[in-house]
């Protein structure tokens, strides 16, 4: 990679908030004459599972997301192989003989935002609980685009999948810190200590209530962190 990516690759390993690890990806890639930038990616669980960061106006394709039908086209088409491919309205009779109405009126609602060309990088594919990518384009012509942005798609190619990988760790430690948030003062506290290795009965003891009440506060953990059993509550919690 080119020293814009190192450096902008280094930064993302220090980085921990996804905010700004996503501005330091849109930064990166401007340097490089591109414009419009899309991470998608399809969460596993039920509908609507999309996850999106986008530079375009109202971070679109964002309040798409909420309709139950909609099927991001690169992630539904692009995504069952780590090729990289050509999008957007410039390069669409590549891909007539098997696009949809659906996704031809997506391609022409990218253009609106003078999003003409752009590359589809797939950065997890099908099957894995999270899987999509990046779309990066600009407004470049055809020739334009092909010769100084194609190029650049190796390198683009392993700047995004670093930034996939970032992207993912930032959301998995605010999901961890967000459940973490959500217990309260005494369930923390009646945690910690079946984890230390106490038993309902002692810590009831210990904190001068009786131990349905801690049996209950462990309950009630249980709920909030999403598990079954108390052995889970206390992976999750110590995670």
């Not at 969460?43 to 964002?62: E, M």
């Not at 390069?91 to 949809?100: A, G, M, Q, S, T």
């Not at 990066?136 to 798609?153: D, Q, T, V």
Request: net charge positive; proline share 5%; charged share 25%.
């Amino acid at each position: 990679m080119n020293r814009v990516f190192l450096e902008a690759a280094y930064r993302l390993e220090l980085q921990k908030d996804l905010t700004k690890a996503w501005n330091l990806v849109v930064t990166a890639l401007a340097a490089h004459k591109i414009s419009h930038v899309i991470y998608v990616v399809r969460d596993d669980g039920p509908v609507p599972n999309w996850f999106v960061l986008s530079n375009l106006p109202d971070s679109w394709p964002k309040p798409l997301t909420h309709d139950p039908n909609f099927n991001e086209p690169f992630v539904a088409r692009c995504c069952a192989t780590f090729e990289v491919s050509k999008l957007g309205t410039i390069f669409l009779e590549n891909h007539e003989p098997y696009i949809d109405d659906q996704t031809r009126d997506y391609v022409t609602t990218v253009s609106e935002f003078d999003l003409h060309a752009g590359l589809g990088i797939p950065c997890s594919l099908k099957g894995a609980n999270r899987y999509g990518g990046f779309i990066l384009g600009n407004n470049s012509k055809r020739h334009g685009f092909e010769r100084s942005i194609m190029p650049l798609a190796d390198q683009l190619q392993t700047f995004c999948l670093i930034a996939h990988r970032k992207f993912d760790e930032c959301r998995v430690a605010g999901a961890q810190a967000e459940t973490r948030r959500r217990l309260s003062a005494r369930e923390h506290q009646v945690l910690e200590l079946i984890a230390a290795g106490h038993r309902p009965k002692a810590i009831a003891q210990t904190l001068s209530l009786s131990e349905a009440s801690i049996r209950l506060y462990i309950k009630n953990a249980r709920l909030k962190l999403g598990v079954s059993t108390n052995g889970e509550a206390i992976s999750r919690f110590l995670q």
